[in-house]
C-alpha cells in the first residue's frame, strides 16, 4: 500500500522561510509518531505549535497525532482551526454551512411553522482569482513531487528485479556512495555482480512513505522482501531522493533501517 502522508511532509517544505530548526524538530515528531511513540509526537507538535502557530502541516500532523490518541474532539478542534486559517475556506465553509441551514429550515418548516431564512452568501474578495494562497500552491507543488518520487521508486524496484543493471544505476547520483565501500566504482562493481549473478530476483515493496525533506529532498521508507534463488531477506529501508538541475528525482543515500526475523 502507497501511502501519501500529505500532512507529515508540508511544513518542511517551507524550510528555507523557517530555518533549519524547523525542518529537523519536525522531522523528530514525524520520526516519533512514525515509531509509534505518539505522547512524544504530541508535546514535539504542540511544542512547534506555539513557535510557529499558522503553519497548516504542523496544526494538521497534531490533530493526526490526537487521533491516534483517540482524542477526538481536539483533533476536530485543531483541524477546524486549521482550516479557519485560509480565508478562502473560509468563505467557503460559511456559504456550504448557509446552504445546510437552509435546507434544515425548509425541513422542518411544516412541524414549526416558521419562516424560512434565506441563505445570505459571501463574495470572496481577494485579489487572487484563482483561489489559491502561497501556502496552497506550495501544497500542489509538494503532493506532485511527492507522487513522482514514489513513482521513481517503483520504477527503481522493477529495474532491480529485471536485473537492468543500466536502468538501476541510473536511478542513483553520479557520484553515489555508501558507507560500506570506499569508491562509487567500487559499489557500481559490487551492484554488477548482485544483479548479474542470481538467476532470478523478486522485490516486493510495502508501507511505502514519502516525506520531503527540503524543496529538492524526498526521503522514502517502506519494507523490502528481496528474493532471489539463493537469497532473501526482508529489511525496512529509506532512500533519499535529491532533485537534480535537470529536474530528475536521483537517489542521493540508500540506508537499511533495520532487518526483520
Not at 12 to 37: I, L, M, N, V
Not at 112 to 125: G, N
Not at 245 to 253: K, M, P
Request: glycine share 2%; proline share 3%; hydrophobic share 40%.
Amino acid at each position: 500500500m502507497l501511502a501519501l502522508c500529505l500532512g507529515v511532509s508540508l511544513s518542511s517544505w517551507a524550510e528555507t522561510d523557517k530555518g533549519a530548526g524547523f525542518a529537523e524538530r519536525f522531522e523528530a515528531a514525524t520520526q516519533a509518531s512514525q515509531s509509534g511513540q505518539y505522547q512524544d509526537a504530541l508535546e514535539r507538535l504542540r511544542a512547534l505549535k506555539a513557535d510557529f502557530p499558522n503553519d497548516l502541516a504542523v496544526r494538521n500532523n497534531l490533530a493526526a497525532t490526537l487521533m491516534h490518541l483517540r482524542q477526538y474532539e481536539q483533533a476536530q478542534q485543531e483541524l477546524e482551526a486549521a482550516l479557519a486559517q485560509i480565508p478562502q475556506v473560509k468563505v467557503l465553509r460559511d456559504n456550504l454551512n448557509q446552504i445546510y441551514a437552509y435546507q434544515s429550515q425548509q425541513a422542518y418548516q411544516a412541524v414549526f411553522d416558521t419562516e424560512v431564512k434565506q441563505p445570505d452568501p459571501k463574495w470572496d474578495l481577494s485579489a487572487q482569482a484563482d483561489l489559491q494562497t502561497t501556502e496552497e500552491r506550495r501544497l500542489r507543488q509538494t503532493e506532485q513531487a511527492m507522487q513522482t518520487v514514489i513513482n521513481q521508486t517503483e520504477a527503481w524496484r522493477e529495474a532491480w528485479s529485471d536485473q537492468a543493471l543500466k536502468a538501476y544505476l541510473a536511478f542513483y547520483v553520479e557520484d553515489f556512495l555508501p558507507d560500506d565501500h570506499k569508491s562509487h566504482q567500487a559499489w557500481v562493481a559490487n551492484r554488477q555482480a548482485s544483479l548479474s549473478r542470481p538467476e532470478f530476483i523478486r522485490i516486493r515493496l510495502s508501507e511505502m512513505r514519502a516525506i520531503p525533506l527540503g524543496p529538492n529532498t524526498i526521503e522514502v521508507t517502506f519494507n523490502q522482501a528481496y528474493q532471489s534463488d539463493f537469497f532473501q531477506d526482508k529489511v525496512r529501508k529509506k532512500l533519499i531522493w535529491h532533485q537534480q538541475t535537470d529536474q530528475s528525482w536521483r537517489i542521493a543515500l540508500e540506508e537499511v533501517i533495520n532487518v526483520s526475523p
